[in-house]
């Protein structure tokens, strides 16, 4: 009987032992989501939203079955809602169709960490103890400390997080004033081109006129380097077959 009693003191240290680790565990994943959802709502343009907002989503995915397990199921409640909203911003079809569901799964993860620091803390108290006041005042200090760690934690998360955007920001920007410093050196041999070739064809007596074909900066901005060469390069290629074209027809 002894070995009994023995073997069921074990088993629920074990489960408690578990229900912590999962909790634990549930804490980092939350953190996780809540910091991805953050930085989505950030976001500046639909692809950056909608990227965190699925790495928020699988973060909360992950963090759902521990939460469960944990018992914290007012904390589950909110990974789940959140977890719903983020799933319906990759079928957004505009960027504020999408920031609309990010932003409620913000908030919602905000209330998720709360909930979840909540049964920790009252899982905490549960421990066994002397029950002596220096003991409780000690206990009350580890707790404020771990708080206080945790919030550190998740700011320095955060705050890496939003470091990394920054840079994903500033290289895209640095690509966009290449293109663009790109696209305007093409604009200008294109026009020294045809006014050439307009004085050309004037001192041929030919009577036709070339004119700068039509392009879109903002459309061409949104397409790579390579890309743009290929289209400027079969612009030069058009207007050097029509002068030929207007100058073989003059002669005749």
């Known amino acids: 009987m002894k070995k009994q009693y023995v073997f069921i003191l074990f088993f629920l240290i074990f489960l408690k032992f ?24 950030e976001a500046n343009n639909i692809s950056h939203l909608k990227e965190y907002a699925y790495r928020s989503l699988k973060a909360f995915e992950r963090a759902k079955p521990k939460l469960k397990d944990c018992g914290c199921e007012t904390s589950y409640n909110n990974a789940y809602d959140a977890a719903e909203l ?33 049964c920790t803390a009252a899982e905490q108290v549960k421990q066994p103890d002397d029950n002596s006041d220096d003991n409780n005042n000690d206990l009350a200090q580890l707790q404020d400390q771990q708080a206080k760690l945790k919030q550190q934690q998740m700011e320095l998360k955060l705050k890496e997080q939003e470091i ?89």
């Open 86 to 118: 983020l799933a319906k911003v990759e079928d957004a079809e505009t960027f504020e169709d999408g920031r609309f569901f990010v932003k409620r799964a913000r908030d919602i993860a905000k209330q998720c960490i709360i909930e979840l620091d909540k």
């Open 18 to 41: 578990q229900c912590q680790t999962n909790c634990s565990q549930a804490d980092s994943d939350i953190i996780y989501a809540y910091s991805d959802v953050k930085t989505s709502y």
């Open 164 to 252: 990394k955007l920054k840079l994903a920001e500033q290289k895209e920007k640095e690509l966009t004033l290449q293109k663009e410093q790109l696209i305007s050196q093409y604009n200008t041999a294109i026009s020294s081109s045809i006014k050439n070739y307009n004085d050309l064809l004037k001192m041929c007596g030919c009577n036709h006129t070339m004119s700068n074909p039509n392009s879109n900066s903002n459309t061409l901005t949104s397409k790579s380097i390579e890309e743009i060469k290929i289209y400027y390069l079969n612009n030069l290629k058009e207007l050097t077959t029509s002068y030929l074209s207007y100058l073989n027809s003059c002669s005749n």
